[in-house]
């Protein structure tokens, strides 16, 4: 059966079929079927994912006012126009030339700014499973649920979205605190079991060397801020009724996955989590830094694929 996890959610769960749901940014094509085995590299959907629009101001490109655009444009407003083809030109041999930064639609022509809005071809984008499992449920055009056989452990926190890759052991105790050189290129690709607490810059060589993602038990808040380019403590929405974890899809993607199992500031990882951590060292993980303070919860995890035992005679 299917482990359900509400509030209060247990830190280590050693061995329970754990449900991952994998959903689409947007709208897309579902590639497998229910009752389909997968492994976390496995193609599993797609979709077109828009760009923002790119604008260009292409009175200042010219020397020219703003009320000569039109005028030098070699493009019509809802006209394709490709990367690097020229997008608008002043008159002469030795005129000036602006060039399009992107393929896409001239969607406005502003005569009064001189600024012209491109809207950029949108990019497919492929997702992929992120874990071994059986495919239990497809949700049309939107996602898969996966199922597994894992041992789990929970987070107080966490930053960054789903990132398979393999358990690396980079701290020897719980108590043990994370240095920068510490993180080499063996740690590429890995998800690193550190101690009681990580700087700043071991996070910023920690995404150097390809980290996929960071298990901690503790950060300092100004360490999280420096790591995250946030420069005061606005960006926790700090109230009485209005304190709120970051929305991901506000927050610029980090380029790995932090789980944070005890909080804030130099704190020892729970011994049962540590040791649960160790002993699947080298092992694929799954993790997932995705943290919700309001209905519906959400905690972040670490999941870990456990071999099934085969069936006895």
Same mark, same amino acid.
Not at 19 to 41: A, F, M, T, W
Not at 167 to 174: H, I, K, S
Not at 251 to 266: A, N, S
């Given at each position: ?11 280590? /769960?050693?061995? %329970? =079929?754990? @449900? ?7 709208? #897309?094509?579902? $590639?497998? *079927? ?34 000569? /655009?039109?005028? %030098? =444009?070699? @493009? ?7 990367? #690097?083809?020229? $997008?608008? *030109? ?86 043990a605190v994370v240095r920068p050189e510490q993180i080499d290129a063996r740690s590429a690709y890995a998800i690193l079991i550190c101690g009681a607490a990580i700087s700043a810059a071991a996070l910023r060589r920690a995404v150097a060397e390809q980290v996929r993602g960071i298990i901690v038990g503790g950060i300092e808040e100004h360490e999280l801020r420096e790591f995250l380019g946030w420069t005061s403590v606005e960006g926790w929405r700090v109230g009485l009724h209005s304190w709120q974890w970051p929305s991901p899809r506000h927050t610029p993607d980090p380029k790995l996955t ?56």
């Amino acid at each position: 059966m299917s482990l359900f996890n509400p509030e209060g959610t247990t830190p280590t /769960v050693p061995s %329970a =079929m754990a @449900r991952i749901e994998r959903r689409l940014p947007y709208p #897309g094509e579902i $590639l497998v *079927r229910q009752g389909s085995r997968v492994e976390p590299e496995d193609i599993i959907a797609r979709t077109l994912k828009p760009a923002p629009p790119q604008i260009i101001n292409v009175a200042r490109s010219l020397g020219i006012p703003p009320s000569q /655009v039109y005028r %030098a =444009m070699r @493009r019509e407003k809802n006209n394709k126009v490709n990367a #690097g083809q020229v $997008l608008a *030109r002043t008159p002469g041999i030795v005129g000036r030339s602006c060039l399009a930064p992107v393929s896409g639609m001239i969607v406005d022509i502003d005569g009064e700014t001189g600024y012209v809005t491109i809207a950029p071809d949108p990019v497919e984008h492929f997702m992929q499973a992120a874990m071994r499992g059986l495919v239990m449920e497809v949700i049309p055009y939107e996602g898969v649920v996966i199922e597994t056989l894992a041992a789990q452990t929970y987070g107080a926190f966490g930053v960054g979205e789903e990132r398979s890759g393999v358990l690396r052991l980079l701290a020897l105790e719980p108590s043990a605190v994370v240095r920068p050189e510490q993180i080499d290129a063996r740690s590429a690709y890995a998800i690193l079991i550190c101690g009681a607490a990580i700087s700043a810059a071991a996070l910023r060589r920690a995404v150097a060397e390809q980290v996929r993602g960071i298990i901690v038990g503790g950060i300092e808040e100004h360490e999280l801020r420096e790591f995250l380019g946030w420069t005061s403590v606005e960006g926790w929405r700090v109230g009485l009724h209005s304190w709120q974890w970051p929305s991901p899809r506000h927050t610029p993607d980090p380029k790995l996955t932090i789980v944070v199992t005890e909080g804030f500031g130099v704190r020892p990882m729970n011994q049962a989590i540590f040791d649960l951590l160790s002993a699947q060292d080298r092992q694929e993980a799954l993790i997932d830094g995705h943290t919700s303070l309001r209905r519906p919860l959400r905690r972040p995890r670490v999941v870990v694929p456990t071999p099934t035992r085969p069936a006895a005679d």
